[in-house]
C-alpha cells in the first residue's frame, strides 16, 4: 500500500462494490463536474495495485487518473482527491509526502528507462469468453471467428462485451505482470475501425507469458499472431526504445518475425538495430504473417520454421530479406 492508495480508499463513497477483476465500482463522482450528468449506475472504478499504484476510471463521462510509485501525484488526482472531499490540508499532506519519496527513486527510474504500466479496465460488461454464458448472436459469431483464426481459449483469456461498440469484437486484454494495463478489440467481420484500443506507450504484449523456460523470445507485430506461437507482439510495425529495453530484460535470444509487407521490410532494419535475430522461413509465397502459416501448416511446425530460420548475422539477414519480401 501507499499513502495515495490509503487515503483514496479511506474516502470512497459507502456504496460500493468488488467486481471479480478487482475493481471497486461506485457512483462515480466526476460526471457533474465535466458536464455529464450525474452517474447512479456505480460507473466510477477504482483499483489499487499490489505496488501501491492507483487508477481511477469512469465509464459515464470518461475521466481517468492515475498515481504509480516514483511519480508526483498529477493534476487530475488531485482533482479526483477533491471531489472525493478529502480536504485541502491533506491533498497538500499526501502531495508532500510523496514528493519526498520520490527524491531518491526518481534517479534510479531514468538509469533503467523501463516503462511502468497503470491498470486500466477493459470495455464495459466484459466478460470471459471461455466461461460465461452464451446470450447473443454476437457472442457466437466472435467465437466462430476465433475457430477460423486458430486461436484456442487455453491459450489467451479472450473477452466479450454485449455494449453496442464491442458486441461484434474479440477483445484481448493487454496483461503486464499479471494486471490488465490494456486491450485490443477486433472487429470479427468487415467493417472499421478493425481494432479499437487502449495502448500505454511501451507496452510489449505477451511479455507475461516469456516464462524463464522459454529459449527464444519471439517477436511478431500483431497480437493474435502472437498468441498463435506464445510470442511477444510489438503491437505496430516499429522498435520503440521502452519497448526494445523491455524485451532485452528477457535476457535470451530475441527472433523478429516481420510481416510480409513493407512495414516489415522496415522492422527487419530497426530488429537489426537493436541486435536482435530476424526470421524469415521458407514459407510458401502466399503466406504474409503468422497467422497465414498456423493455418496452412500448424502451430508446432510453424514455431519449427521460425526458430530453425533465425539469422543473427545482418549481412545474411539482409541478402534474406531481398529474397523474402522480393524487393
Ligand atoms: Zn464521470
Known sequence: MSIVADTVLAYLPAKKKQTPSGWIAFNAVCCHHNGTSQDKRQRGGLISNSDGGVSYH??????????QPGRNLSYKMRKLFTWLGVPDSEISKVSLRV???????????????????????????????????????HQVEVIQYMAERN??????????????????????PFTHRGEIVGWTARKVRDGKPKYL????????FNMDAQTDSKIFGIVCEGPLDAVQIEGMALLGS???EQQANLINTLNREIIVVPDRDAAGSKLVDQAID???????????????????AVNRYGKIYTLYSIVTAAESSPLKIRLRKKQWFGV
Open 274 to 292: 537493436s541486435e536482435w535475430s530476424v526470421s524469415m522461413p521458407e514459407w510458401h509465397k502466399d503466406i504474409n504473417d503468422i497467422s497465414d
Open 151 to 172: 486461436l484456442f481459449f487455453e491459450d489467451y483469456e479472450f473477452y466479450w462485451s454485449p455494449s453496442l461498440a464491442y458486441r461484434d469484437r474479440l477483445i484481448v
Open 197 to 204: 484500443s487502449e495502448q500505454q506507450p511501451g507496452y510489449v
Open 58 to 67: 469512469c465509464f459515464n463521462c470518461g475521466y481517468k487518473a492515475s498515481w
Open 99 to 137: 514528493l519526498q519519496e520520490n527524491e531518491g527513486v526518481e534517479n534510479l527510474n531514468v538509469t533503467v528507462a523501463l516503462p511502468s504500466f497503470e491498470t486500466v479496465p477493459l470495455p464495459e460488461d466484459s466478460v470471459n469468453l471461455a466461461t460465461c454464458d452464451i446470450t447473443s448472436k
Open 238 to 240: 516499429e522498435i520503440k
